[in-house]
């Protein structure tokens, strides 16, 4: 047994992941459902690919203990056994986060939740709602580790190499070198799967690749030109996103000052607050006010009745620190990485630093930890005052603190405060006062979402009590859904990044806003910009998004004209290599660095799916086939404005 040494260490390694991938595809995912629609399509690829990873790692140790000699014999064992550790649980921890985010372990995601453990609130819950599944995964981890060091002890492995080139030396040798490529070819002959491909690959490939595409972009891309022009920008400014005020910059300051000084010398009426509520995984099907959805939750039927109101609105990406960007910079996610941790040297200007500008106070208050996704700096830089405190940990215990700081607030100052929710963020835990969270996912959510509706009344009835009842604009928009447990299996044919990710509410009401519905996709990204638009401020700026608000005109006046309806752009939103693209009636679906074309489907223009079931009753849109022209052309504009996107982050083009 001494000649199969390091075939049968890593065939105890392959057990322990054999395990690990049954745990996952075969137990439902937290969202209720099973992790993906067939395991039978999933749970081979998935092992053979491992297979791979461990065998080549086996040959590898297989050769390094030729060389050592002695007591380096020993140290050889140890290392093995300790790597073999750390592989089986970051292949866990992998595991868990595609359980819970749809998402890889990396480097970027390590980097942006280094600091996770610091809501202890929200990490309790969420290991106690996965308890078993996470414990599973550890004593597996564990046991391995116990069942390695057993074989370790009992085989010496000066045995094993005493006589390396005997004959009897060849089979072993082979046996692992045959596994090892099979296996780490196996995503290219046993049923290849472009969409596939990146949710099986094991953590070493998803490492390396992020490493390697730190070293790219050096120079722009072969389809540069034609990303920039399909994102809006200038592909010939140096800065092709950056607009000047009075958009010439030999000017610029100085129509800057003069706009922002006239802005201040209007009377604080004409200065309108600006409440901005961040509601954490909103899903846009089940808020949507074109079904019943006004029974269920009256303020946010309030708020969409008294404003604009975009139903078919996305985020930028996923997940919270993506759409905080989205939200506050008026960029789309980096394709690849976490913008904000990634790129923290970016410069750029936030609303928070134009309203700063402007003359407002600016408040933050959160329900979450922001140290959790690495959102504190940010918080810090882009306003006065943030807040988090754990008893303000549910929506309406945070409502009433915003009240408290609207009491306290500097009246002498327009008011921007980000009111970020808590209580619709997965498990959907209430306070215990609520009662015991409903087994059932779709109830879980639903009345966390009725709890979360409740906080808003509570907040918009302290607003319309005060003076500044007819100066006050409230922005709702999610930072990012969540997908229900249908959707959880759309990732295979959708990628990363579809409705179940992006699709939230946006609306825009009082302050004079036009009472209107538009069912055109927007961006949160937009948001931004439109308060820039709406506060009639002509700033530098880098906000990419279309300016979707207008004040509205007194029937009696000269200019009481039907409203032109604004030509929309189309909504990119960009997660770990994969793309939306949405357009009129229709959503595409690609991977950036593919060769297939885009999934179609269209967009949610009707509320045609199953309304009674506000929760499960939406999937995707309806598959549907376009000219194939037309597909080609806007599968390659996806890509080149993902590759021109990221050259442009990378290389800190954004702002001058």
Not at 105 to 131: C, N, W
Not at 279 to 307: A, H, Y
Request: hydrophobic share 45%; proline share 5%; glycine share 6%.
């Amino acid at each position: 047994m001494s000649r199969f040494y390091w075939f049968f260490f890593a065939l105890i390694v392959v057990v322990a992941r054999v395990v690990q991938l049954c745990a996952l595809y075969l137990c439902n995912a937290p969202t209720g459902g099973p992790f993906v629609a067939d395991w039978n399509r999933f749970l081979w690829h998935t092992m053979f690919a491992d297979i791979g990873i461990i065998m080549a790692s086996a040959f590898c140790l297989q050769a390094v203990s030729l060389v050592v000699k002695g007591r380096g014999l020993r140290i050889v064992k140890i290392v093995s056994v300790v790597l073999a550790g750390v592989y089986l649980f970051a292949c866990g921890t992998d595991d868990e986060i595609m359980r819970w985010m749809n998402q890889r372990l990396s480097f970027s995601f390590i980097g942006t939740y280094m600091g996770a453990v610091s809501d202890t609130g929200l990490v309790a819950s969420i290991f106690k709602e996965g308890a078993f599944h996470f414990l599973f995964s550890f004593f597996t981890v564990v046991a391995a580790i116990v069942g390695l060091a057993i074989f370790s002890r009992g085989n010496r492995l000066e045995r094993a190499v005493a006589r390396p080139f005997h004959k009897s030396f060849v089979a072993p040798v082979v046996a692992i070198l045959v596994f090892a490529i099979l296996g780490c070819t196996s995503h290219m002959w046993f049923n290849p799967s472009h969409r596939r491909w990146p949710r099986i690959k094991p953590i070493p490939y998803v490492l390396v690749e992020e490493v390697l595409h730190a070293f790219e972009s050096l120079e722009p891309p072969a389809d540069y030109r034609e990303g920039i022009l399909a994102l809006g920008g200038n592909p010939d400014a140096e800065y092709p996103f950056w607009h000047w005020a009075g958009g010439d910059s030999a000017n610029a300051d100085a129509v800057e000052k003069a706009s922002l000084d006239a802005f201040k010398a209007r009377p604080l009426d004409e200065r309108p607050d600006i409440i901005l509520f961040n509601i954490e995984s909103l899903r846009g099907w089940t808020s949507d006010m074109r079904t019943r959805s006004c029974m269920r939750f009256p303020n946010l039927c309030k708020l969409v009745l008294s404003g604009t109101y975009y139903p078919n609105a996305h985020s930028v990406g996923y997940p919270s620190i993506e759409g905080f960007l989205g939200i506050m910079v008026g960029v789309p996610s980096h394709p690849r990485a976490t913008f904000l941790y990634n790129y923290p040297n970016t410069r750029m200007r936030s609303i928070g630093d134009v309203l700063q500008a402007a003359g407002y106070n600016r408040q933050v208050l959160c329900g979450a930890d922001p140290k959790f996704d690495n959102e504190l700096v940010w918080q810090q830089k882009w306003f006065d005052y943030n807040e988090f405190k754990p008893e303000n940990d549910n929506d309406v215990a945070l409502a009433r603190r915003f009240v408290e700081m609207y009491r306290e607030r500097d009246k002498g100052k327009p008011l921007f405060f980000h009111w970020m929710s808590r209580s619709m963020h997965i498990p959907f835990d209430l306070p215990a006062d609520m009662g015991e969270r409903p087994a059932d996912a779709e109830a879980a959510y639903l009345r966390a979402e009725a709890y979360m509706d409740s906080a808003l009344g509570i907040i918009v009835n302290e607003v319309e009590r005060g003076p500044r009842a007819n100066s006050t604009l409230f922005i709702l928009v999610g930072d990012h859904s969540y997908p229900n447990s249908a959707q959880t299996a759309e990732s295979e044919r959708l990628g990363k990044i579809h409705e179940g990710e992006t699709w939230v509410s946006l609306i825009f009401a009082g302050a004079g806003a036009e009472r209107t519905m538009d069912l055109r996709p927007v961006s949160q990204g937009s948001i931004a910009s439109s308060v820039v638009d709406f506060l009639g401020l002509d700033v530098s700026n880098h906000f990419m998004g279309a300016k979707l608000i207008s004040k509205a005109v007194p029937p009696d006046s000269a200019d009481s004209s039907a409203v032109l309806l604004r030509e929309l752009p189309g909504v990119y939103s960009f997660r770990q290599g994969e793309i939306a693209y949405r357009i009129d009636s229709l959503a595409f679906f690609a991977g950036m660095d593919d060769t297939e074309p885009a999934a179609v489907r269209t967009a949610s223009w009707k509320a045609d799916w199953d309304v009674s079931r506000p929760v499960e009753g939406f999937v995707s849109g309806r598959s549907v086939t376009v000219d194939e022209k037309l597909l080609a052309e806007t599968t390659a504009k996806m890509r080149a404005a993902a590759h021109a996107w990221e050259f442009v982050v990378t290389k800190n083009k954004l702002m001058p």
